[in-house]
C-alpha cells in the first residue's frame, strides 16, 4: 500500500517498529522515497484493516496502491495531492486559525489571551501528544512528537500558553515543509514516468490503430512517426532517423539509428517514419526498469545515514536527559529559579529535535541518485554513491570498454594490385565468415562500395592459419603473417611494414592469390572516441587510472600510449583480481567493464561500473550504470558522488551548528521557546533545500574533489 506523509528515514523506522509487534505481519519494507509499504501478513492473525489503522494512529495516511499488479513504475501510482488535503496541511490550517483567534482575542480583551492561546495550544497539541502515545506503545518511544509534546506541555504548565501555541504551529509547518521537499525529491525521478507516451501506434490487420501503451506486448509493431516517442523498447524494423535518447542515456546528441538498432522507451524520433518490433512490455522498458532501480536504492541507506540512524537512537534520550539536568541541577545546586531553568530547559528540548539531523544525509542521497538517473547515470544505493566519493583508483577492462568492441580495417597496403582490389578480394574469401576480423574486412570493403568478387564452392579454412576461397582469377587466401612465411608469399620490402603495424597494436592479414601477395589489411579494436578525453577528465580528479586486459602486451600498449593510462596486459581472470587486490590495499578502487565478461573483477572491487547503452547487463551488473556508454561518464559518476558527499557533511555541519549556536543562546536566556523550534524548522528547511540543489547538478568533471553543485 502507499502511505502517505514519511518524509524521512526516521518516519518509515516508526512505522517500520509498530507493525513489527503486531502478530502475523512479516518481511516489513517500508521505503519512505517512494511512499511504499511492503509486508506479508497472515490475515487470520491480523487484518489489513488494522495495519492500516495502526498506520493511521502514527500520523501517517494509508492508501491502497493504485494496482497490485505489474505496473510501469511505483512513482507513477502516487497521487499529487494539494499540501492543504494532507493531514500535516490540515494540522497547519487549524493551528494557523486557532493562532489568529488567539491573537484577536488577545488584541480585543488581553485577560482572556492566556485561555485564548491555551486553546489554540491544546488543540494542536492533541494529534502530536496523540501520535507520540501511539509512537512510545509500538516501539519509539523517543520520538520528534514526544520531544514536541513533552516541551508544548512544559510551556503550557509554566503559564507559557502563548508561545506553547506559536511552538506547535512552527512545528507543524516544518513537518508540512519536509512533506513538500521530499515530495520534490521523489518528482525528480517520477517526471521519468511522464517521458512514456501513454498511447502507441501499432499495426493490426493491416491497419494503423491506437492502443494504450501499456498494453503492448512482446512482438507488436509499432508505428512511431517523426516528433513522437518510442511507446516500449524495441528493435526497428523498417527505415532510418536519428533519435534523442537523453532521457534514457543523458546523451544530448541525437543517435542515427536504422535496420536492427535497439530503440528505448521514451526517446525522440526525429526525421523519418520507423517500425518497430516492441521487446518490452511497458512494466519491464528501460526507464521502468531505471525507476524500479532507482527506488530500491533509495531504500538502501548508506553508510552515513546508518551512523545517523544509530547515534539519533542515543541522540534523542540523551538530550531528554540533558534537559532535565538543566532543569534541575541550577535551582537544587545554586538555588536559581525555577520558572527561569524550566523555560530553558524546555527549549533545550525543542532545539535537541533530531529531523534535520535525520534527513541529511537520505535527503542528499535520494536527490543525488536522482540527479544522476537523468542523466543515465545509475548508482544502486547510498552506499555504492559514498564509496565512489571516496575512490582513489579506477580500473579499465580494454575490449568493449576502452575500445569500441569490433576491429576495424585502419591500413590497406597493396603490393601487386590497388587497394579497391586487395579489399575486394578478401571480402569475398571472408563471405559467410562470423568471425571478427572477417566481419571487419567485408564492413570496410562495403563502405567504399566496392563491388565484392563471387567465390566458387565456397571457403575452406585453415585452423588459425587463414581462409582459402577460389574467386574467378584462382584461389584466393587470407592469412597470418606466420602463414605467409611458411610459404614465402611475402616479400622482404613488405615484412618491416608488417612488423611496424604490429607494434602499433594492429593485427595484420596477408591477401595473396596462389604464389604471391596481393596486399595487406591491418585492423584494430580503436579506442572510443571519447576515450582519451575521459581518462584525462579522471586524472584531473587526482585519481590513478589503469587499463587491465587480457589481451597482448603490444596491442595493450598500444592502446594505453593513445590514451595517456598505466597498463597491466596478457592478465587472466586470476590475475586481474590480484591487480585488483594490489590496488584495494591503497584505497576504494572502481573497476569498469562491459558488465558480462568482467563479472569476477566488477564484484572484486570495491564498486563495480558497468558500461552499456540501456541493455539489461548494465542495469543488473555491478554497483554503477553508465547507459550513455561514454567513457567520460565515469568522470561524471564520480563528480556526483563527491558533490552528493560534500552536500551530506553540507547538511550535518548546517544541522549541529545551528543546534550548537542556540543551545548556548538559550542557556543564556537569549532564545524563547518559539526561536529555539524555528532554529529546528530552520535547519530542517535549509539541509532539506540543499539536498534538492543536486537535482541541477552539471558535470564538472575538472572540478577539484569536493566542489558543490
Known amino acids: 500500500m502507499r502511505v502517505e506523509g514519511m518524509d524521512c528515514g526516521a518516519c518509515a523506522l516508526k512505522i517500520e517498529n509498530a507493525l513489527m509487534r503486531l502478530p502475523g505481519v512479516s518481511d516489513i ?72 483567534v488567539a491573537f484577536g482575542v488577545a488584541w480585543v480583551a488581553p485577560s482572556l489571551s492566556f485561555y485564548a492561546y491555551l486553546v489554540a495550544a491544546i488543540a494542536g497539541l492533541v494529534p502530536i501528544a496523540r501520535r507520540a502515545h501511539a509512537g512510545a506503545m509500538s516501539g519509539t518511544p523517543f520520538s520528534i512528537e514526544t520531544l514536541m509534546s513533552v516541551a508544548a506541555a512544559g510551556a503550557i504548565v509554566i503559564g507559557a500558553a502563548e508561545e506553547a501555541a506559536v511552538v ?46 501499456e498494453q503492448l506486448r512482446v512482438g507488436d509493431v509499432a508505428v512511431v512517426r517523426p516528433g513522437d516517442r518510442v511507446p516500449s523498447d524495441g528493435e526497428i524494423l523498417e527505415g532510418l532517423s536519428e533519435l534523442d535518447e537523453a532521457p534514457v542515456t543523458g546523451e544530448s546528441v541525437p543517435v542515427s539509428k536504422t535496420v536492427g538498432a535497439s530503440v528505448y522507451a521514451g526517446s525522440i524520433n526525429g526525421n523519418g517514419t520507423l517500425r518497430i518490433s516492441i521487446t518490452k512490455t511497458a512494466a519491464d522498458n528501460t526507464i521502468a526498469r531505471i525507476i524500479h532501480m532507482v527506488e530500491d536504492a533509495q531504500a538502501s541507506k548508506a553508510p552515513t545515514a546508518r551512523f545517523i540512524d544509530k547515534f539519533a537512537v542515543y541522540y534523542t534520550p540523551a538530550s531528554m536527559a540533558a534537559a532535565a539536568l538543566i532543569i534541575m541541577v541550577p535551582p537544587l545546586l ?41 542523466r543515465g547515470l545509475l548508482v544502486k544505493g547510498g552506499a555504492a554513491l559514498e564509496t565512489l566519493g571516496k575512490i582513489t583508483a579506477v580500473a579499465f577492462d580494454k575490449t568493449g570498454t576502452l575500445t569500441v568492441g569490433k576491429p576495424q580495417v585502419t591500413d590497406v597496403v597493396a603490393i601487386e594490385s590497388d587497394e579497391d582490389e586487395v579489399l575486394a578480394s578478401a571480402a569475398a574469401v571472408e563471405q559467410g565468415s562470423s568471425h571478427p576480423l572477417g566481419l571487419a574486412i567485408i564492413a570496410a570493403a562495403r563502405a567504399r562500395g566496392l563491388s565484392i568478387p563471387q567465390t566458387f564452392g565456397g571457403a575452406s579454412a585453415v585452423p588459425g592459419k587463414a581462409v582459402v576461397a577460389r574467386l574467378r582469377d584462382g584461389f584466393v587466401s587470407v592469412g597470418s603473417p606466420r602463414h605467409a612465411a611458411e610459404f614465402n608469399l611475402l616479400p622482404d620490402a613488405f615484412k618491416d611494414q608488417v612488423q611496424r603495424l604490429e607494434g602499433d597494436g594492429k593485427t595484420v592479414v596477408i591477401v595473396a592469390m596462389k604464389d604471391r601477395a596481393l596486399g595487406l589489411i591491418a585492423l584494430r579494436d580503436e579506442p572510443r572516441p571519447d576515450a582519451a578525453a575521459g581518462i584525462g577528465q579522471l586524472r584531473a580528479l587526482c585519481l590513478h587510472t589503469i587499463m587491465l586486459t587480457g589481451d597482448n602486451r603490444r596491442a595493450g600498449q598500444a592502446v594505453a600510449s593513445a590514451l595517456g593510462i ?21 584505497g576504494p578502487v572502481a573497476m569498469v567493464g562491459d558488465g558480462i565478461n568482467d563479472a569476477p573483477a566488477l564484484a572484486a572491487s570495491s564498486v ?86 543536486l537535482l541541477r547538478f552539471r558535470p564538472a568533471t575538472a572540478a577539484s574533489p569536493g566542489e558543490s553543485a
Not at 71 to 92: A, I, N, S, Y
Request: proline share 3%.
Open 29 to 100: 519494507n517500508v521505503n519512505y522515497g517512494t511512499g511504499m509499504l511492503i509486508l506479508n501478513h497472515d490475515a487470520d492473525r491480523t487484518s489489513r484493516q488494522i495495519i492500516e489503522y495502526k498506520i493511521r494512529d502514527l500520523g501517517y495516511t494509508p492508501r491502497p496502491a493504485a494496482a497490485e499488479d505489474a505496473t510501469p513504475t511505483r512513482f507513477g501510482e502516487q497521487e499529487d495531492r494539494p499540501w492543504w488535503e494532507t493531514r500535516k496541511g490540515r494540522l497547519v490550517l487549524v493551528t494557523a486559525g486557532l493562532l489568529a
Open 168 to 213: 506547535i504551529f512552527l512545528f507543524a509547518v516544518g513537518e508540512l515543509l519536509e512533506n513538500v521537499a521530499a515530495g520534490r525529491a521523489r518528482a525528480g525521478i517520477k517526471a521519468l514516468i511522464g517521458l512514456v507516451p501513454r498511447v502507441a501506434q501499432i499495426e493490426q490487420g493491416g491497419e494503423v490503430r491506437e492502443v494504450p501503451a
Open 566 to 586: 598505466d597498463v597491466r596486459a596478457e592478465l587472466l581472470p586470476d590475475a586481474k583480481l590480484d591487480a585488483i587486490a594490489e590496488l584495494k590495499a591503497h
Open 608 to 693: 563495480g561500473i558497468a558500461m552499456g547503452g540501456g541493455t539489461d547487463v548494465a542495469l543488473e551488473t555491478a554497483d554503477a550504470a553508465l547507459l550513455s556508454n561514454r567513457v567520460s561518464g565515469v568522470a561524471e559518476l564520480v563528480g556526483l558522488a563527491r558533490t552528493t558527499l560534500s552536500n551530506i557533511w553540507q547538511n550535518i555541519f548546517i544541522a549541529l551548528g545551528l543546534k550548537a549556536v542556540f543551545l548556548v543562546t538559550t542557556l543564556l536566556g537569549i532564545s524563547s521557546l518559539w526561536m529555539a523550534i524555528l532554529a529546528d524548522t530552520g535547519a530542517t528547511v535549509l539541509v532539506t533545500a540543499n539536498a534538492l540543489r
Open 334 to 374: 545554586f538555588g536559581a529559579d525555577w520558572g527561569t531553568w524550566i523555560y530553558r530547559g524546555l527549549a533545550t528540548l525543542l532545539i535537541a529535535c533530531p529531523c534535520a539531523l535525520v534527513i541529511s544525509t537520505p535527503a542528499a542521497i535520494a536527490s543525488g541518485l536522482a540527479a544522476g538517473a537523468r
